[in-house]
C-alpha cells in the first residue's frame, strides 16, 4: 500500500474542500469500521484494498441516503413539472469523489482515512468506471444529470443497466484489441435494485381489431427492473435519481418447453430474454442495424414510459381512476428530451399507451405527445443516421410500425396541403424510405413528433436548418433551436484539477463552481507575472503528475518540460487523427533533414478507442503506434519529440489528461463535429486550443477573441465550394514536397518495414476516396502548427493566451446549457433553495428555512 499523504499535501486539499469537523471526522471514522465489520465482514487483519474501497464506498453512499428520500418526498409534495432525460448512454465513470465534493465531506472523508492509515488515493482508484457510454453523447447525458441537480431540477435520467460497458482498449504490437468490461464483478455500492417496480416489456406478437380498438396480442414478455442511482446536486442537499433498466425473464418464459419437459434447455433460454441489457454497443457516430440494439431502445422506452405516467398519475391523481381528460395536463408536468434518435421509439410508445391503452382520441393523444417531448440531434454524418427496416419493426414491434404509419399519413397531408403536388418534397420529408429496403427514418419521426429540435453548438443548429433538416424547417421554423453543449465545473475542474481550483478560488473565491461566468474576474489578471507563474507551476505539477503516470503505467519517459500536444476522443475519419499524424512526421522529417534547427520540444499524445468493427479507425491507431516506434526509438530525435499512444481513454483517463494539457487538438473537417466537448474540458483546464472552424470551437473562438486561439483551415462555406468544384487530393499531393514526402512514406512501409504494404489503404484513402479533405487542410494546419511553436517559446505571451482561455470559458458550463433548455424547451426553471439538511431533525430544518 502507498505511503499515505504527508500533512503539507493534507492542507492544501482542505484549502479548496472545506474544513474537516472532528465531529464529522470521528462519525466517518466509525461509520467505515462498522462497514468494514458488517457489509465486508472483514478485519482489517484480512481486509484487502478493495474491502477499504467498498467501505469507504458504502460510508459516503450513507451521507446521500437522506437526502436522496427528501428529495424525492419534496417532489412529491410540491409536484414540480419532472424533467426526464432519456438516453442510451450515460457515460458517468467514478462516483466517490464526485459525491464526497457535491456533498462537501472530502475534506472530512480525507482526514478520516488519514487517521485510519490508509490512502484515498489508492482506493479511489479501485473504483470500476461506470463506462455506459461511448464518447460525448452519453458524457453529456452525465454533465447535465450533474447540471440539473445542481439547479434542482425534479430530473430523472432514465437509460439501461449494460452488464457490460463499453470494452477496454489494450494496444498490443500497435493494434487495438477489446477486452469486455466487466465492471460489476466486484459489485455496485452505488446503486439499489428495486425489484418491487419491475415492469413489463412486450416484443413481437400481433395485433388484432376489437370493438374498443386495436390491440397488440400473443406477446413475448421481458420484464425491466430498475436499478436507481444517486444523483447529487453540488451543495444544496439535492439528490435526483438516475433509473437504469436491466432485463429479466418472466417466471414462466418459455413455458411450452417447461411443460415438454426439457426444463434444462427451458433455464438455460432465459438468458435469451436477459442478453437485452447484456451489452453496450461501442459504436460512435455509427449506425448498425442490428435487432438487439432495436430491442433495447424499446425496452428503455417502454419501461420508461410507464414510470413516468404512473408517476404522473401518483402525484396528480393519487389512487383514483384518471379520466381521459386528465391527460391534457401531462405537456404541463412532464418534459421528456431524447438525446438523440436512439429512443425515439418513445413518441410511437406514448401514442400506443394514450391510444390503445388510456382510450383517447388519435388528434388529442398527438398533440399532448408533441407537446411533451423534444428532440436532441448530435450528427449530421449520414452513416450515423438511424434508419430501420420496415420489416424488422413489423416483426417486433408491429402496432408500433402501424402508429408509425399514421402519423406519416397525417405528416403527409400536412406537406400536401402547405405544397400541393411537391411530390419529391412528399418523398424527401416521408418518414417511410422506399427507395431500396423499406426504412423507417428514426430523426424525421422526431422532428414530427417533437415540439422543439435542437442541434448542439450554433454552427450545427444553422447546419440542420439549412441543409440536414431543411424540408422540415421549412414546414415548423419554430421547432428549431440551438443549445450549445456544456460541461460540469465540478467534475471537470473543481474534482480534477484541485491545483487550479485553488489557484482560482484564492485569487476571485469559490462562487465559480455554480458560476462559471465569474472566471471572467481572471481577466484582468492575464498579463500579471506573478499570476502567471502560479498558473505555470500548477501546469507543471500537473504535467510531472501525467509524466509519473505514464512512466509507471507504461514504461514510456518524456520531457516534461516539452509542450503536451493532445488529441483525445474517439478515432473517426472524421475527426481527423490522421491529420495530426501527417504534423508528426512532418516534424520527424524536419528533425531528420537538419538536426541542429531550433526546435520547440513536443510530446504529442493521441488517445481513442475505434469501434471494433471500423477498420480505417484501427488502421489509424496502428499507424500512430507505428510512427511512434520509429519518432520515440531515432538518437538524432531524443527528446525533441516524442509520440504516445493513450491506452484506454475514458472518463477516469480525461480527467488526469486535461490538467496536464498544453495544445488541444480540435481539428475535424469544418461542418461535421456537431459541437465537442473535449474541447471544452481542455480550455477550462488552461490549454490552448489549434482548431478548426468546427462544432463549438466557433463559440470558443468567439468567447475568447481570436488572439487567444489557434484557428485554421477552410471553413463550412469553403469545404462546401470545394465538394462542388471537386476535391482532387493530389493537387496538394503534388504542390508541397513535404507532404509529398509524409504519403509517400506512409505508402511505401517506412514505418512499418516488416510489412510494406501494411498502411497502403490508408494513403489510397488520403488520395483517392478521402471525404474529409485532409490535405485541403494540411498545409494551413503545419503553418498554425509553427506559429503554436513560436508562441510556446514566449512564455508570457502563452501564459497570457492561457488565462484568456480559462477566464472565457464560463459559457461552457453545462448549467448554463440546462438553464437554456429549461427556459427554451421544457418551460422549468432552476431553483437555487438549499433542501434542508437532513441530518438535521426534520422539524427544525424546516423552521430553519
Ligand atoms: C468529453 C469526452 C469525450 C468527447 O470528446 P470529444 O473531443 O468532444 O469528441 C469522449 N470521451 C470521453 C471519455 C470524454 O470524457
Redesign the pocket.
Known amino acids: 500500500m502507498a505511503t499515505p499523504k504527508s500533512d503539507n499535501e493534507r492542507r492544501k486539499q482542505i484549502s479548496v474542500r472545506g474544513i474537516a469537523e472532528i465531529d464529522d471526522v470521528n462519525e466517518i471514522k466509525k461509520t467505515f469500521n462498522r462497514h468494514l465489520h458488517y457489509t465486508l465482514v472483514k478485519d482489517r487483519n484480512v481486509a484487502t484494498s478493495r474491502d477499504y474501497y467498498f467501505a469507504l464506498a458504502h460510508t459516503v453512499k450513507d451521507h446521500l441516503v437522506s437526502r436522496w428520500i427528501r428529495t424525492q418526498q419534496y417532489y412529491y409534495e410540491k409536484d414540480p413539472k419532472r424533467v426526464y432525460y432519456l438516453s442510451l448512454e450515460f457515460?458517468m465513470?467514478r462516483s466517490l469523489q464526485n459525491t464526497m465534493i457535491n456533498l462537501g465531506i472530502q475534506s472530512s472523508v480525507d482526514e478520516a482515512l488519514y487517521q485510519l492509515g490508509l490512502d484515498i488515493e489508492e482506493l479511489e482508484e479501485l473504483e470500476e468506471d461506470a463506462g455506459l457510454g461511448?464518447?460525448?453523447l452519453g458524457?453529456l447525458a452525465a454533465c447535465f444529470l450533474d447540471s440539473m441537480a445542481t439547479l434542482g431540477m425534479a430530473a430523472y435520467g432514465y437509460g439501461i443497466r449494460y452488464e457490460y460497458g463499453i470494452f477496454a482498449q489494450k494496444i498490443i504490437n500497435g493494434e487495438q484489441q477489446e477486452e469486455p468490461d466487466d465492471w460489476l464483478r466486484y459489485g455496485n455500492p452505488w446503486e439499489k435494485a428495486r425489484p418491487e417496480y419491475m415492469l413489463p416489456v412486450n416484443f413481437y406478437g400481433n395485433v388484432i381489431d376489437t370493438p374498443e380498438g386495436k390491440k397488440w396480442v400473443n406477446t413475448q414478455v421481458v420484464f425491466a427492473l430498475p436499478y436507481d442511482n444517486p444523483i447529487p446536486g453540488y451543495n444544496n442537499n439535492v439528490v435526483n435519481t438516475l433509473r437504469l433498466w436491466s432485463a429479466k425473464s418472466p417466471v414462466d418464459f418459455n413455458l411450452k418447453f417447461f411443460n415438454d419437459g426439457d426444463y434444462i434447455q427451458a433455464v438455460l433460454d432465459r438468458n435469451l430474454a436477459e442478453n437485452i441489457s447484456r451489452v453496450l454497443y461501442p459504436n460512435d457516430n455509427f449506425f448498425e442495424g442490428k435487432e438487439l440494439r432495436l430491442k433495447q431502445e424499446y425496452f428503455m422506452c417502454a419501461a420508461t414510459l410507464q414510470d413516468i405516467i404512473r408517476r404522473f398519475k401518483a402525484a396528480k391523481f393519487g389512487t383514483r381512476e384518471a379520466t381521459r381528460t386528465d391527460f391534457d395536463l401531462l405537456p404541463d408536468k412532464v418534459a421528456i428530451q431524447l438525446n438523440d434518435t436512439h429512443p425515439s421509439l418513445a413518441i410511437p410508445e406514448l401514442m400506443r399507451v394514450l391510444v390503445d391503452i388510456e382510450g383517447l382520441p388519435w388528434e388529442k393523444a398527438w398533440d399532448i405527445t408533441v407537446k411533451t417531448c423534444a428532440y436532441t440531434n448530435h450528427t449530421v454524418l449520414p452513416e450515423a443516421l438511424e434508419r430501420w427496416p420496415v420489416t424488422m419493426l413489423e416483426s417486433i414491434l408491429p402496432r408500433h410500425l402501424q402508429i408509425i404509419y399514421q402519423i406519416n399519413h397525417f405528416h403527409l397531408e400536412d406537406i400536401q396541403r402547405k405544397w400541393p403536388g411537391d411530390l419529391d418534397r412528399m418523398r424527401r420529408m416521408s418518414l417511410i424510405e422506399e427507395d431500396g429496403e423499406k426504412r423507417v427514418n428514426m430523426a424525421h419521426l422526431s422532428i414530427v413528433g417533437s415540439h422543439a429540435v435542437n442541434g448542439v453548438a450554433r454552427i450545427h443548429s444553422e447546419i440542420i436548418k439549412s441543409d440536414l433538416f431543411k424540408d422540415f424547417y421549412e414546414l415548423t421554423p419554430e421547432k428549431f433551436q440551438n443549445k450549445t453543449n456544456g460541461?460540469t465545473p465540478r467534475r471537470w475542474l473543481l474534482l480534477c484539477n484541485p491545483g487550479l481550483s485553488d489557484l482560482i478560488s484564492d485569487k476571485i473565491g469559490d462562487e465559480w463552481t455554480v458560476h462559471l461566468d465569474q472566471l471572467q474576474k481572471l481577466k484582468k489578471f492575464a498579463k500579471d507575472s506573478n499570476f502567471q507563474r502560479a498558473i505555470m507551476k500548477v501546469k507543471q505539477e500537473n504535467k510531472l503528475r501525467l509524466a509519473q503516470l505514464l512512466e509507471q503505467d507504461y514504461g514510456v519517459k518524456i520531457n516534461p518540460s516539452s509542450m503536451f500536444d493532445i488529441q483525445?476522443?474517439?478515432i473517426h475519419e472524421y475527426?481527423r487523427q490522421l491529420l495530426n499524424c501527417l504534423h508528426i512526421i512532418t516534424l520527424y522529417n524536419r528533425i531528420k533533414k537538419n538536426p541542429a534547427a531550433k526546435f520547440t520540444p513536443r510530446t504529442i499524445m493521441i488517445g481513442?478507442k475505434a469501434a471494433p468493427g471500423y477498420y480505417t479507425a484501427k488502421k489509424i491507431i496502428k499507424l500512430v503506434n507505428m510512427v511512434a516506434n520509429v519518432v520515440n526509438n531515432d538518437p538524432i530525435v531524443g527528446d525533441k519529440l516524442k509520440v504516445i499512444y493513450l491506452e484506454n481513454?475514458?472518463?477516469t483517463?480525461?480527467e488526469k489528461i486535461m490538467p496536464a494539457a498544453d495544445l488541444s487538438e480540435?481539428i475535424s473537417t469544418a461542418g461535421t463535429?456537431a459541437?465537442?466537448?473535449?474541447?471544452m474540458?481542455f480550455q477550462l483546464n488552461g490549454a490552448l486550443t489549434i482548431g478548426t472552424l468546427d462544432g463549438a470551437n466557433v463559440e470558443m473562438a468567439e468567447e475568447m477573441g481570436n488572439e487567444n486561439i489557434f484557428i485554421f483551415g477552410m471553413t463550412v462555406e469553403e469545404v462546401e465550394e470545394l465538394k462542388k468544384k471537386g476535391y482532387n487530393a493530389y493537387d496538394y499531393y503534388n504542390s508541397n514536397p513535404e507532404l509529398k514526402q509524409v504519403i509517400d512514406q506512409i505508402e511505401n512501409g517506412f514505418f512499418s518495414p516488416g510489412n510494406p504494404d501494411e498502411f497502403k489503404d490508408l494513403a489510397d484513402i488520403l488520395l483517392k476516396y478521402d471525404r474529409f479533405f485532409l490535405l485541403a487542410d494540411y498545409e494551413a494546419y503545419i503553418k498554425k502548427q509553427d506559429e503554436v511553436s513560436a508562441v510556446y517559446e514566449n512564455q508570457a505571451k502563452w501564459l497570457e493566451m492561457v488565462i484568456n482561455n480559462i477566464a472565457t470559458s464560463g459559457k461552457f458550463s453545462s448549467d448554463r446549457t440546462i438553464i437554456e433548455y429549461g427556459k427554451d424547451i421544457w418551460g422549468v426553471e432552476p431553483n437555487y433553495e438549499k433542501l434542508p439538511d437532513p441530518s438535521v431533525p426534520r422539524e427544525l430544518a424546516l423552521k430553519d428555512n
Open positions: 457515460y465513470g461511448n464518447g460525448g458524457r460541461i483525445v476522443k474517439r475527426k481513442g481513454y475514458r472518463v483517463l480525461a480540435q463535429e459541437s465537442g466537448t473535449g474541447n474540458k
